[in-house]
């Protein structure tokens, strides 16, 4: 077990980019799973997942449920990534942003000799 290495970053701004991709990481990962709950109890026959207000039952709710979360989170990334872009930037007018990271586990020099194993 190696020991995290904890470090404050102070940066002027933060790219759009790297915010939609945490946005859209996080929501994925949160959505995608929620939508297959939904699915599955529409396999079942509960009124779970619905299109055109139409509810979907039976095998094509598995793929419909979690099909419609990674829509969802798409949307939600694009909305809220553009609000958050424009809050972190007018905010970076004013301060530097300070940003609390734990740091990846150093990799060895390319040209440091490596151990073999036996």
């Known amino acids: 077990m190696s020991a ?7 940066v002027r701004k933060v790219k759009a980019a790297s915010i939609y991709k945490l ?5 994925l990962i949160a959505f995608v799973p929620l939508g297959l709950v939904f699915g599955i109890s529409g396999l079942f026959g509960a009124d ?12 094509a709710a598995l793929f419909v449920g979690p099909a419609l979360s990674v829509f ?5 990334t694009g909305f809220l ?12 007018r004013f301060r530097t942003i300070s940003i ?14 490596q151990a073999v194993r036996p």
């Open 4 to 10: 995290e290495i904890e470090q404050v970053l102070v």
């Open 23 to 27: 946005l859209l990481c996080g929501l």
């Open 48 to 59: 779970t997942v619905k299109w055109n207000n139409q509810p979907i039952h039976g095998v």
């Open 72 to 76: 969802i989170a798409l949307l939600f």
């Open 81 to 92: 990534g553009t609000l958050t872009s424009f809050g972190l930037w007018l905010f970076s």
């Open 100 to 113: 609390r990271v734990v740091l990846a586990q150093p990799s060895a020099p390319r040209d440091a000799p």
